[in-house]
């Protein structure tokens, strides 16, 4: 086969479906038995080499064509590399080659050319692109951090009957047609572009792949104070600003403090927290109605000015150099962090949520506003979810179809910025 683009090698994927009496978008395939139907003689061995995944053999008039697959490989992982063997023999078959070897990875003395070829058809053959790219844009909103997209990886490879393997690689090579398709280019007009062709013309686009990469990676770098649950936000902190802490550990925290007062770039509150003065003059360190000190700094320092006194954001109970009490702290100006702990659960979103839970149903169209009138919401930490807990049967038949959850979690990305994903329940009587 001479040199193709990627959008002629989809296109002889839907024509060699459609001689297999297959639609082009068709998928979930027993590719295995599809290959015997057309005479191709499928068997399996014990590869000694385990990273040889299957061998395709040319037949002839006298002999069919051979596929075996390395028998220690599970069913949906052979069924894969039966495609990728039968994209060689369908497409091949003139190159003065009479047979293929596939390892894992590509051998330098293999045609990375013809294998880019076999891997990219097989991928379009399990999961056409046709199919793949309206499920994305849907749920587009959502995946935004590692486990959203992990997530929905799981429902892929659920949905199409194919490895984690091949939707990582059909997230990457279609990177640039999904960034298309989610901002509005339609199915026919998009221009179909394989990575090569992408650095050539200066294309650079992130892949769902890059942006789990890239969260993950962040939640591995970020710490949290072990004894408030608080995210470190400051790598120079020696102390927690909220407990006073010094013992901090990896990953993101769990708690988020709510109770900040708004300070300038030098930790003066633009308004006073004792008499709500907005009138703060740019000059002085007091509120010139109630005498209030404006300025959250650390109290460890004297007349003289000796000790830290180190500047202090809005939510500081202590300071993160020496762990003294801030001045916001000393005066009450911010709750002491256990009684604010007191009133939160774990997840900071369900607290946000909750409390504007009655307007967010008010902003609700059709019948959602009444089906969900009445309704609780409840943590499901281990599943990573909220529950919404309807006290009506009839409401909850109507308030729990998917077309009514799934406005509901967008209403709340676009207007919290926040991912959450909803189950419903019926309160036991």
Partial sequence: MNYIRKADLYKLIANLKQNWGLDKNEYNLDIISLCRSRGI???????????????????????PDIILLN???NKIEQKIDCSHEAIH????????????????????????????????GSAELNVPFQTLLPKIKKNHHLLNTYFDISRFKQELVQEYNVTDAVISYRLESLKYEIEQFVHGVSMKDLRILSYTSQLKEGISIKSLNDIATEDLSKELEAEHCSNCESTKNLTESSFCPICGKSSF??????MKYPTRIKVNENSKALRCPICDNE???????????CGADLINRCSNIDSYGNGCGALAAG???YCIHCGSETMFSLNKFLPPWKEEQNLLPLDPNFYIISKDWNNIILKQGGGARSYLK??????DSD????????NDPLNYDMGKRPSVIHELESYIFQQYGKNIYFKTRLQKK
Avoid at 93 to 100: A, D, E, L, P, Q
Avoid at 103 to 108: D, G, I, N, V
Avoid at 249 to 254: A, D, H, I, R, S
């Fill in 315 to 317: 939510n500081a109970r």
């Fill in 89 to 120: 023999l369908a497409f091949h078959r003139n190159i003065n080659c009479k047979s293929f070897n596939c390892f894992e990875t590509a051998l330098p003395s293999q045609n990375k050319y013809l294998e880019w070829q076999a891997n990219e």
């Fill in 71 to 73: 028998s220690h490989r």
């Fill in 249 to 254: 550990q990896y990953g993101e925290g769990k």
């Fill in 374 to 379: 009445g309704t609780l919401l409840e943590l």
């Fill in 383 to 390: 599943n990573n979810c909220i529950y919404i807990v309807f």
């Fill in 279 to 289: 009138e703060v003059p740019l000059d002085g360190d007091y509120c010139p109605i």
């Fill in 41 to 63: 003689q499928v068997g399996e061995v014990p590869f000694e080499s385990s990273g040889l995944r299957g061998m395709a053999c040319l037949g002839d008039s006298s002999k």
